[in-house]
C-alpha cells in the first residue's frame, strides 16, 4: 500500500544501491529541476519536462535498478 | 646508487585541497607534483621507502555530476604520475567526497593494478557501494580524526604494496570486503561449528564466520492508473526552510522534517539549512527544488489531479540510515493522512 515516488536527484549511485524504484537524472546537485544556464522562460520548459517524465514514471512500474533521463 | 623510492599518489577534494568550500565544489582536477592539504601527513608518515609524488584535486560536485568521465580522466593522470600506491581521502562522513574517493580508489585499483586505499566513516553512503574494490579504513564521523587514521592507511598501504599480511577487517578496522582468504586455524571447522551451536543453545554470545548481507527491500509502490486523478505532494531533502527553523533541522545529520504550507515558506523568510550543497540556485529560484510553478500549469490544464499545498522538507547532508527510515516513514504516514497518492522527492 505504498505511495510511488520518483526522486529526482543528479547524484543517482546512492538512490540506486538502496534500490529506490524510480529515480529520475536530474540537472545538477544545485538544482535538481532546471537550468540556471537559460533564460527564465526555457528554464521553466525544461523544468515542464522533468515532471511530465516524473509523473509518466509514477504511471509505470517501479524498477530498482535503472535511472532514467529526461 | 639511490634507492629508488615507491611513488604515493593522493586524492583530495576542493576543500582540504584549499581551493574552497561549497562554492568551490564544481572545480575541475587540478594536480600538484607536491603534497598539498593531507597528503603533507602522508607524506610524513610514509618511510624512506615510498614518498608522495603528487596531489590530485577535484571539486566534489564536478566528479559526482559526471562520474564516468571524471573517472576516466582521474585515472589518466595517476598514470601519468606512475603511482604505485593511490590514497584517496579520508572522506569521513561525506557522501560526495566518499562518491568520488570510492570510484577513483576502485577504478584506480581495476584499472592501474596498484594498491589503494581510502577510509570512510561507516555509515557513508559510498561505502557500500565500494567496500568491496578498495581497503575502505572506518574512521571516526568527524574530520578531526585526521591524524589518527592517515598512519593507519599509510601502515595497510604499505604493507599491501609489499605483499605483507593483512587481516581480517575486524581486526584491521577496514570495512569489511567480502573477500574469503584461507587461514590455518587451531582448531578444525566442524569443531568451531559445535563450539558456536552448543553457544546458541545455550543462549551465550557468539561470533559468526560468515554474516548473511542484509537486505532491505522495499516493493516498488503500484503505478498510479491516472495522474489526472491523482494527489501529488512534493517531498525534498535540500533544507529550505523557515528562517525560524520551527522544527530544528540540523544543517548536518538531521533528525527532524517540516511540513510548511508552500505559499508561507515563500513569502516569509526562508533559507536553505542544508550545509552540504550551495544553496545559491534554489533561493534564487526555488521552484528548482519545489517544481511547483510547472505542477500547478499541469493542474490546470487537467493533467494532474491534486497538488498538495504542503511540502515536506527535511535535511540530507549526512543523515543517518536510521533517522532518514524514520523521517521516511514519518513523512509517509502525513501523506497518507492528507490523502496524497504520489509523490516526487527532489534530492541535492
Not at chain 2, 140 to 149: A, E
Amino acid at each position: 500500500m505504498g505511495i510511488p515516488v520518483v526522486q529526482i536527484c543528479a547524484v543517482y549511485d546512492i538512490a540506486r544501491s538502496i534500490g529506490v524504484s524510480r529515480i529520475l537524472r536530474g540537472f545538477a546537485i544545485t538544482c535538481p529541476v532546471g537550468n540556471p544556464n537559460l533564460a527564465a522562460e526555457d528554464e521553466k520548459n525544461s523544468r515542464r519536462r522533468y515532471i511530465e517524465k516524473a509523473l509518466e514514471m509514477l504511471q509505470s512500474i517501479g524498477k530498482s535498478d535503472e535511472v532514467e533521463d529526461v | 646508487m639511490g634507492n629508488k623510492k615507491w611513488r604515493a599518489v593522493c586524492f583530495i577534494n576542493q576543500f582540504f585541497g584549499q581551493i574552497g568550500g561549497e562554492d568551490k565544489a564544481s572545480v575541475g582536477f587540478s594536480v600538484s607534483d607536491k603534497p598539498v592539504g593531507p597528503a603533507i601527513l602522508f607524506n610524513s608518515k610514509l618511510n624512506g621507502e615510498c614518498e608522495v609524488v603528487g596531489t590530485i584535486i577535484c571539486g566534489d560536485n564536478y566528479f559526482a555530476e559526471n562520474i564516468e568521465s571524471a573517472v576516466e580522466e582521474g585515472v589518466r593522470l595517476v598514470r601519468d604520475m606512475e603511482a604505485d600506491i593511490f590514497f584517496a581521502g579520508p572522506a569521513f562522513n561525506a557522501g560526495r567526497y566518499g562518491i568520488s574517493c570510492g570510484n577513483m580508489a576502485s577504478a584506480v585499483g581495476k584499472q592501474l593494478g596498484i594498491p589503494t586505499v581510502t577510509a570512510m566513516y561507516p555509515e557513508n553512503p559510498a561505502v557500500e557501494l565500494f567496500r568491496k574494490d578498495t581497503y575502505i579504513m572506518k574512521t571516526k564521523i568527524l574530520s578531526s580524526d585526521m591524524r589518527n587514521i592517515v598512519p593507519k592507511m599509510v601502515d595497510i598501504g604499505l604493507r599491501f604494496l609489499k605483499n605483507e599480511h593483512i587481516g581480517s577487517a575486524a581486526d584491521e578496522g577496514y570495512i569489511k570486503r567480502d573477500i574469503i582468504k584461507n587461514e590455518y586455524l587451531d582448531r578444525t571447522a566442524a569443531e568451531r561449528a559445535i563450539d558456536m551451536v552448543m553457544k546458541k543453545i545455550k543462549g551465550q554470545p557468539f561470533v559468526s564466520e560468515v554474516l548473511p548481507p542484509e537486505f532491505d527491500t522495499v516493493e516498488p509502490a503500484p503505478a498510479i492508473r491516472d495522474m489526472a486523478k491523482a494527489k501529488l505532494a512534493l517531498v525534498t531533502d535540500g533544507g529550505l526552510i523557515p528562517e525560524s527553523n520551527p522544527d530544528k533541522l540540523k544543517p548536518n545529520g538531521s533528525t527532524n522534517w517540516g511540513e510548511y504550507n508552500f505559499e508561507e515558506l515563500l513569502e516569509n523568510k526562508h533559507f536553505v539549512i542544508h550545509s552540504g550543497y550551495d544553496g545559491t540556485s534554489v533561493l534564487e529560484n526555488p521552484y528548482r527544488l519545489f517544481p511547483k510553478d510547472v505542477l500547478v500549469d499541469l493542474v490546470n490544464e487537467g493533467k494532474l489531479g491534486e497538488l498538495n499545498d504542503n511540502v515536506f522538507v527535511t535535511c540530507g547532508n549526512c543523515a543517518s540510515i536510521d533517522s532518514a527510515k524514520g523521517e521516511g516513514q514519518a513523512i509517509a504516514k502525513r501523506l497518507l493522512e492528507s490523502k496524497v497518492d504520489a509523490a516526487i522527492l527532489t534530492s541535492t
